[in-house]
């Protein structure tokens, strides 16, 4: 598991802003955060991805490159993976996109299930799939959305991304999910509240993001 806040860089000056209650009030400030967040995890992700080499003319000799191979799919979870979405596109520029609905559908009290709604996927098999969701509480809806991705195609792994986990969240993928998998954070928070918000988490990124629903 990679975690970028083990490190400090600016990228914990954008985590911290995106925590803080008196910035978040600034909106568009809150997306771009998760925004930076998804494009400095997506160079740290680039690390591990396919280069081929290649000889270029530049306007005074040819050189010697190093060329992404294969772009990833970058698959978010609706609403609040759309900031974060923007971010990795902003890096792998000509990456194809997915995307998936999945919801909270409350029961009796703080009880809940994972509702899947929309879903736009773009074929996967053999690809690199980078699963983009800012927020990895429970770990459910990413759980779902590798299960569903898994009955279209088979990628050849998939990448879940997150700015903020939890260890429960964690542990449900590492005991639920039977495919490869990577996990990058920007921090790993301590816990989950009785409604399974993150502590200290920051707050809901979907609402943060676009208001309330
Ligand atoms: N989703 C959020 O937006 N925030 C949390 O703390 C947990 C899930």
Known sequence: ??????????????????????????????????????????????????FQNKEIQTPLEKTAVALMHDFPVIVSVLRAGLPFHQGFLNIFDHADSGFIGAYRKHGEGDEFEIAMGYEALPPISGRVVILADPMLATGKSLIKAVEHISKIGKPEKFIIAAAIGTPEGIQNLDESLKVDFEVYLGSLDRELNEKAYILPGLGDAGDLSFGQK
């Open 1 to 50: 598991m990679y975690i970028l806040d083990k490190e400090n860089s600016i990228a914990n000056h954008f985590l911290a802003e995106l925590r803080e209650i008196d910035i978040q009030k600034d909106r568009y400030r809150f997306r771009r955060n998760l925004e930076r967040i998804a494009e400095i995890l997506a160079y740290e992700i680039s690390k591990s991805l396919y």
